[in-house]
Structures are given as structure tokens and as C-alpha cells.
């Protein structure tokens, strides 16, 4: 079995007009980088990858992971994991039910916690399931979200605009925590991004897109 993520001839049209195409695979471990100028269609492009692509476009090509095409399937079967510019974390839940959330079914619920508090530990928040997110830093919240997506237990990572809203500083910290996790644990890596140091910092292969239209 091919281990990565293979972009195979894909192509997404708007209004029947190409918008943007890629062709590539992304190995184990490996990272590319997609930067463009608003509009292109980055977004776009992990939108067609996850399965949520809006009905104003119209997604060709295939999508491997893991040997397998997961271009038909639905969201919650493809084990794709995605970062947001945001961390999305829910405001009434605790840090614990936030990770919880987005762990698959099964388990006890000692099984379960003793899991959600290893995540923290493994990102340095150890102690923090009961913690109110409103309470956390904007580091903190980060790494939290990059926790609650790895107990999803992912088999491919998409970065979108990721540490975009993250002061120079912590977005070294964070960019370098994401990309040194997800090598650890073998995931190809799509990164969508408008910073240049984004994309030298994670070293792999940059496409920079241009409007087809």
C-alpha cells in the first residue's frame, strides 16, 4: 500500500470555468505548500479534499490516501484532519469534552480521559481537561485544536491559514509543534498559507497558484 496523499489530475471548475488544478503526491511525513492570492482557490481545494466542497463548484480528479480513492466518500470517512485559521473550540464545553468531541466511538470512559489526558500532557498542558477555553491563551487554544484533531486519529493533515492569527513569536512555537507532530506520526501534509515563512519553515514542496480564470 502507497502511504501519503495523491492529488491525481484534480481539477475544480466554477461556473464551468477551470479555478484551479494540482497534480501530486505527498508522502509519509512530507509537507506541500499551496500559496496563492485570494481568490484562487486554496480553500477551495481542501474543501474538495475533505468532501465539503460548496455546490457552486465542481471538483474533478481523484483523491488517494493511503492507496485507497476517498474522493466519493463521505466527511467522516476520509481521516483527514484540517487546521482553521480559528480554533473552533466549542465556548460551553470544557477542554476534556472539547477533545472528546472529536474522538472516535468506543472506549470506556476511563479509557477514554486517560487518552484525552495524555494529548494535553504530549503538548505540555497537563491538568487542563477541566479548564474553560474562554481562559486559555491564544497558544494554548491552538495547541488544544491541534490535540482534539490528532484524537480524531487523521491520516492526512490540511493546514488552512493555520497560524495566520498567531503573534510572530507563538506562530514559531505553534507552526513548529504542528509540523514536528505530524512528522512524528507519518502524515502527509497539505499547508495552504499566504506567509512566505510559513512556507520556509516547513521546508517541502511550494505550488504557488495562479487564477485560471
Known amino acids: 500500500m502507497t502511504k501519503g496523499l495523491i492529488l491525481r489530475n484534480v481539477c475544480i471548475l466554477r ?36 468532501g465539503t466542497l460548496a455546490p457552486v463548484f465542481t471538483g474533478m480528479g481523484d483523491v488517494e490516501l493511503d492507496g485507497v480513492s476517498i474522493t466519493n466518500l463521505p466527511p467522516h470517512q ?17 477542554v476534556g ?17 486517560q487518552a484525552i489526558d495524555a494529548a494535553l500532557a504530549s503538548v505540555d498542558l497537563e491538568g487542563y481537561a477541566d479548564r474553560d477555553p474562554a481562559t486559555l491563551s491564544g497558544g494554548q487554544k491552538a495547541r488544544v485544536a491541534l490535540v482534539r484533531m490528532l484524537l480524531s486519529e487523521p491520516r492526512a493533515l490540511l493546514l488552512d491559514e493555520a497560524f495566520s492569527r498567531l503573534d510572530a513569536e507563538l506562530r514559531a512555537q505553534v507552526r513548529e509543534l504542528v509540523f514536528r507532530t505530524a512528522r512524528d506520526r507519518g502524515l502527509p501534509m497539505l499547508m495552504v498559507t499566504h506567509d512566505a515563512e510559513d512556507a520556509a519553515a516547513a521546508g517541502g514542496t511550494v505550488i504557488e497558484l495562479k487564477s485560471l480564470t
Do not use: C, W, Y
Not at 78 to 94: T, Y
Open 15 to 50: 461556473d464551468g470555468s477551470p479555478l484551479i488544478e494540482v497534480d501530486h503526491a505527498i508522502g509519509a511525513g512530507d509537507i506541500l505548500t499551496v500559496m496563492g492570492p485570494s481568490g484562487v482557490g486554496k480553500s477551495t481545494l481542501l474543501a474538495f479534499i475533505t
Open 78 to 94: 476520509r481521516h483527514v484532519g484540517i487546521l482553521f485559521q480559528d480554533d473552533l473550540l466549542f465556548p460551553h464545553m470544557s
Open 97 to 113: 469534552a472539547n477533545l472528546a468531541f472529536g474522538m472516535p466511538s468506543g472506549g470506556s470512559r476511563t479509557e477514554r480521559a
